[in-house]
């Protein structure tokens, strides 16, 4: 897919110029995306096809949610909260990488899989839905390579250039890999496949509605705005409650 590198690598480089804080996230998918297709290159998942359509997909969701922000300042929920979150100068560069994880994970992972698992479910074999699940999974070990690349590329620099003490950018590694990600990544499975249980029509689209609520309560959490405090001020028992740990 050198057409999705390529166009993000496009909005980076605008947004570099611009002085657009957006571009924390993008520049981070981006490293992830290029890690993941070069794992299907690789043929490291039991179906390439189908993680294939999945990045493509999943891509799909955030350039929409972009789209749609930039056009009419609508769209889910959670975006428009952390699209809006981007032009605050109190935000962190963690915040804002972790604001576009949360939106982009729990809330457009769960509907690409709900888009790509609902048409084939009910007849895949045990055997192939966990293969599915098992892809799923592989991600978050691609995922945990790209960490380190992320954060030497992307928020160390961006905190310098934001005056931000290294502190800010210091606990990327643990939050990310060990607990964000992949808590979120397995809540996001479960939900999906909950979703996928629903029928067709309104309470599909309530389940979906449901789904972009839950991201934007975490956004909340994340940049500051619930009970008036940060994220990293919350005791942990609140933290592992929200699945934030």
Not at 152 to 175: I, K
Not at 190 to 205: F, H, N, P, S, T
Request: proline share 3%; glycine share 4%; aromatic share 8%.
């Amino acid at each position: 897919m050198p057409a999705l590198i390529e166009h993000m690598a496009s909005r980076i480089s605008q947004w570099e110029r611009e002085g657009d804080r957006r571009t924390i996230f993008l520049a981070c998918y981006q490293r992830m995306t290029e890690h993941m297709l070069a794992s299907v290159a690789r043929n490291e998942f039991h179906d390439s096809v189908w993680v294939e359509r999945l990045i493509g997909d999943f891509a799909d969701y955030y350039f929409v949610a972009l789209s749609r922000w930039e056009e009419e300042r609508a769209g889910p929920a959670v975006w428009q909260h952390t699209f809006s979150g981007a032009m605050r100068p109190d935000v962190t560069v963690v915040q804002h990488l972790l604001l576009g994880i949360n939106a982009h994970i729990n809330y457009d992972l769960v509907l690409v899989l709900d888009d790509l698992l609902r048409p084939e479910w009910s007849n895949l074999s045990d055997r192939e839905r966990s293969e599915r699940c098992a892809d799923y999974d592989a991600v978050n070990r691609v995922i945990a390579q790209t960490i380190d690349r992320v954060q030497d590329e992307v928020v160390a620099p961006y905190a310098r250039a934001m005056r931000m003490l290294d502190v800010v950018c210091g606990p990327l590694d643990e939050w990310c890999t060990a607990h964000l990600i992949r808590n979120w990544r397995s809540d996001v499975w479960q939900l999906a496949i909950q979703l996928i249980a629903v029928a067709d029509g309104k309470e599909r689209a309530d389940s979906r509605q449901r789904v972009d609520q839950l991201a934007l309560a975490r956004a909340r959490l994340l940049s500051g705005d619930a009970l008036g405090a940060r994220v990293f001020g919350y005791p942990l028992r609140w933290l592992n409650r929200l699945r934030l740990l």
